[in-house]
């Protein structure tokens, strides 16, 4: 077996604890520049990445109960109360009862909602977009392999429902 072969013939990749840390520092600052434009937005309204998160992923799954958002997001239920009471105060989502469960809220943007969530999501559609541009198909479908991989299992499942949802 040649030397960085699996032995199912897959070559291996190996790489050294520099390039990994200048991987972890690349995600860092790229990060920083997808949520830098959102940001700026949500600034001038007084609101946090939190809310962003809610509105993204609401959208995304219009009806999503509470419990279903705090499985997504990993938070505390106290603070995702404190960030839904905002977003409902402030005209954006709207929480709804549910028919079969009462206890269960479901969740909903408004039109306010849906226009601040397009907004947040545009100014990051356009970095991708550029950046996905300049990498190359190839490079895109790697990276979207990297990302999925570094995924725990449980938030791998809830990425690979919501694709689902949206397919």
């Keep these: 077996m040649a030397d960085g072969q699996s032995p ?3 070559t291996l990749l190996y790489l050294t604890d520099e390039q990994l840390r200048q ?3 690349a995600m860092f600052f790229a990060y920083r520049g997808f949520t830098a434009d959102p940001d700026r937005i949500l600034a001038g309204l007084s609101y946090g990445r939190a809310h962003h998160r809610a509105l993204h992923f609401i959208h ?3 009806g999503t109960t509470v419990n279903n958002l705090l499985s997504i997001l990993g938070v505390t239920k106290q603070s995702l109360n404190r ?3 905002t977003l409902i105060e402030d005209g954006l989502v709207e929480s709804q009862v549910g028919r079969t469960d009462k206890r269960e809220r479901h ?3 408004t039109a306010d909602g849906e226009a601040l969530e397009k907004q947040l999501t545009d100014a990051q559609r356009a970095r991708m977009r550029a950046a996905f ?3 190359g ?3 895109v479908a790697g990276f979207r392999r990297v990302l999925e991989a570094m995924m725990d299992p449980e938030m791998r499942r809830h990425y690979q ?3 689902e949802g949206r397919g």
Aim: net charge positive; glycine share 12%; proline share 8%.
């Design 107 to 109: 969740l909903y943007l």
């Design 137 to 139: 198909p190839e490079a």
């Design 23 to 25: 991987g972890a520092e």
């Design 8 to 10: 199912q013939g897959e």
């Design 133 to 135: 541009r300049q990498a």
């Design 60 to 62: 995304g799954a219009p």
């Design 83 to 85: 960030v839904l009471r």
């Design 161 to 163: 429902k919501l694709r």
